[in-house]
C-alpha cells in the first residue's frame, strides 16, 4: 500500500469543530505515521475570503439577531429547506474544495462541519472524483444540514442519531454512534488535588468553573456578580477568552469579591482547570460538554444557542449531567442547589456514564481500515 493522503476538513466556528478535528488527526498520525495528513479550516481567510465573510456574519447573527439564526436553523432542517440551503452552500463553496483537492489529491477527506461536507459531496458529483468522504457530527442530535447522499461513513454522538438514519433508509455498515472526538490526553491529567495543590487554591473551597468559549460569551461578569450574594466562600476559575474588556471586568470583580476568584484570558490550561474544578458552568456546546463528561465534571448550562446548542443542553439534562439554568431562573440558587448534599456525586457519575473517551480512537482506526481498504 502507498502512502495514503487525508485531508481534514473543519470550521473556525466555534471551537469544537476545531477540536473535534484535532482529536481525530492526533489518532491517525498514532496509527499512520507514514500517512500525509493536512488539516484545513474552510471558514478561514486562507482558504476563502467569501467564507471568512460568511463566518463574521454567522458570528453577528450570533451575537445581536439570535432569534434570526434560530428561524434558520429550523428552516434548513426541514426536507425543503434543508435541501434549497444546502445546495446554495454546495455551489457557492466548491471552489474552495476544487482548489483543496488540487492541491492535496486526498484518498478520504473527513468534515468536522456541514459546509465543508455538502461542498465536498457536490464537488465529488460533479466531477466524479474517487477520494473517500468522511464526517464526524458534532452535536447531540440530528439536523438535515448534515446529512448529504453518497457519504461513506458518518460518526455520531449517540445511538439515536444512528437509528434515525436507519430509518431514514441509510445503510447502518456506514454509521457509527461511537461519541464525539475529545483528546485522548485527557485520561493523562494529573488527579484533581494534585492540580489544586499545583495551583495553590484554597482548600476547602468548592471550584467552579466559567467558561464561555473563545470568545467569553455567556454573560460571566454577570454571573459572577449574582454569585457574590453566596455567602460560602467559592473558589471561581475563570475563562475570558479572547474578550479583553470581559477579563478587566473579571479583575475588577474579583479585587472586591468575598470568593477566591482566578482569571485567564485565552488559555491552553482548559484541560487541567477542568479537572481541578467540581462544576463547570457554560454555554452547551457539544465538545465542552463531551469533554466534562470524560472527566465527570457536572455542568450548569445557561443560554444554548438556538438549535443545536438547545438540543445539546436536553441531552445533558435527560441524562442526569448537567442543570439547565432556564431564563428567569437565578444562577446563585441554582449553584447553592447543587453545592448540598450528594447531588454533585450523583451527576459526576452520569457525566462518566455518558463519557466516551475513545471516540477519536474508533474513528480513526475506521478511517485507517477503510483506507487499507483501497487499492
Known sequence: MGKKRILILTA??????????????AELRELMPEAELTTVDFMASSTSRLHAFMKQFYLKMLAFVPNLYDVFYRLSGEDS????????????????????VDQYDPDLILCTHPFPESAAVYFRTQHESRFLLDVVMTDYCLHRI???PGIDHYFMAIPRMREEMIRDGYEPHRLSACGIPVDAHLQDLPSKDDIRRDMQLPKG????????GGLGLGGIDATLRELEKLPQQLTFLVIAGRNERLLARVHAIAASSHHHIRVWGYTDEVHRLMRASDLLITKPGALTMSEAFAFGLPLLLHDPIPGPETQNA??????????WLHPGEKIS?????????????????CCLACAKPQAAKDIAQTIVRQLNELP
Open 12 to 25: 473556525s466556528i466555534g471551537a469544537g469543530h476545531i477540536k473535534a478535528a484535532e482529536a481525530v488527526a
Open 146 to 148: 448534515w446529512l448529504c
Open 333 to 349: 440558587t441554582a449553584v447553592r442547589d447543587l453545592l448540598r448534599g450528594e447531588r454533585l456525586s450523583l451527576m459526576r457519575r
Open 314 to 323: 436536553a441531552y445533558a439534562t435527560r441524562h442526569g449531567a448537567a442543570v
Open 81 to 100: 429547506g434543508g435541501s434549497v440551503i444546502q445546495g446554495s452552500f454546495s455551489h457557492t463553496m466548491e471552489p474552495a474544495i476544487h482548489s483543496l
Open 205 to 212: 473551597n468548592p471550584v467552579i468553573l466559567l467558561m464561555g
